[in-house]
C-alpha cells in the first residue's frame, strides 16, 4: 500500500491545476479518494469529522449485499443443473452462476460509473460514490437472463434520468436500482416476467447446457400461486423446477427460482446485521417494513376469499423481493424517510402496499419494487408532517408554561 501510496503521489502533480492531464482531475480524485482516506478537512460549517466518509459507506454495504450475491449465484447453478437433469458439485454450480452474473456486474458498472465520471468531468466536480451500490444492485434485483443490452439501457435510464437530472448523489427521489428495475418491467415485460426468464436453461461460456427434463418449470413461488386456480392455501403446494414440493428450508436459504440477490433470506439477515451493527441501516425501518407486511397479510387471512389472500405471513417474508427490498431499498438514506417517526410510517406502509399490490394485482406477483418507489415520493412529506408536529407540540409546551 506504501507503494501505491507513493505512485499515486508523484503522478498527483499531472492532475493538478496546471498540469498536463489537469482535466482528469475528477476521474484522479476518484480513484484516490477510493483507495486511501483523504486527508482533506472542511474548512468552514460545522461538520463531524470521522475517517469514515460516503465511500466507506457505500462499502460496507456492499459487504451486507456480499453474502446474497453468493448465495444468488449458487442458486442460479443449482436451478440450471436441476433443470438440465445434470449431476454437479457445489463448486461446479457456483462457477456457472459467477460466469452467468459476471458479465452483468461488468455492464453495470461500466455504464453506470461511465456516465457518472463523464458528468463529473464535463461539471468539474468531484465524481459521486453512489452507484458503487446501485451499481451491484441492479443485476441482484433482474432475472439471470436479461439480456446484456437491456441491463446496459435500463442502467443509462436510472443513472441519467433518475439521478443526474435531480443533481446527482444525495438528491434523487426514487431510488436507482428499482428505477432500473420498473424500467425494464414496463418495456420489455417478457423479459421481467413468465416462468421462462428465471432460470438460464442454456450454457454459459460453454459451461452446462443440455437438454431441459420433463415436467420442468421455472416459476417463482409467487408466480405460481398467483396463476393457481384453486380456492384454499390449503389445497396448494410450493413446488420446484421439477414439480417437487418446496420446504421452509428451500424457502428460507433461496434455494428456488427467483432474482439473483433477493431469494435467500438467510443471505439478506446476515447482511441486516451487518447494516445495523455499523449504523449504516436503520433497523426502524426494517422492522416497521415486516410489521406492515405481517399486519397487512394478517387482516386478508381474515376476509380471505382465494388461495392468495389466505396464505400466511410467513410465506409473504421468505418469498420474493419482501425482505431484500426491506433491508437494502426501504433504507436508502436518500430516499427514504429522515425523521425517526417517519421511519416507522414509511417502512409500515411500504409493507401494507407490497402485500396489497402482490394480492390484488393479478398481473404482478411481486409488489415490493412498486411500493417502494410510490413511498420514495411521499419520504419527504412524511418527515415535514412528523417535524411540523414536533414544532407544534414544542409550541403547546412553551403556551402552557407562559
Known sequence: MKALRKYLDKIKPNFEEGGKLHWLWSTYDAFETFLFVPNR???????????????????????????????????????????????????TKFIYGLLAILPQLIVSYVVGLGIEFAVAQFKKEEVAEGFLVSGILIPMILPVDTPLWMIAVATAFAVIF?????????????NVAL???????????????GDQVWVRTRDTFGMGGGQVIDGYSGATPLGQINTTEVSSFSDFTFTGITGEPLTFTDMFLGLYPGSIGEASTLAILIGAAILIITGIGSWKTMLSVFLGGTFTVLL??????NAYMEMPPMYHLLLGGFA????FMATDPVTSARTEKGKWIYGFLIGLLAVT?????PGYAEGMMLAILFMNAFAPLIDFYVVDANIKQRLKRVTNKA
Request: aromatic share 14%.
Open 41 to 91: 478537512t472542511s474548512r468552514s460549517g460545522v461538520h463531524i469529522h470521522d475517517a469514515r466518509d460516503s465511500k466507506r459507506t457505500m462499502i460496507i454495504v456492499i459487504l451486507a449485499l456480499i453474502p446474497a450475491l453468493l448465495v444468488g449465484m449458487y442458486n442460479i447453478g443449482l436451478q440450471h443443473y436441476t433443470a438440465v437433469g445434470i449431476e454437479a458439485d457445489i463448486f
Open 162 to 174: 433518475a439521478k443526474e437530472v435531480f443533481g446527482g448523489t444525495g438528491y434523487n427521489v426514487f
Open 179 to 193: 428505477i432500473a428495475r420498473a424500467f425494464l418491467f414496463f418495456s420489455y415485460p417478457s423479459k421481467m416476467s
Open 300 to 305: 386478508l387471512n381474515v376476509f380471505a376469499h
Open 324 to 327: 431484500f427490498g426491506a433491508v
Open 357 to 361: 399490490i402482490r394480492v390484488f394485482n
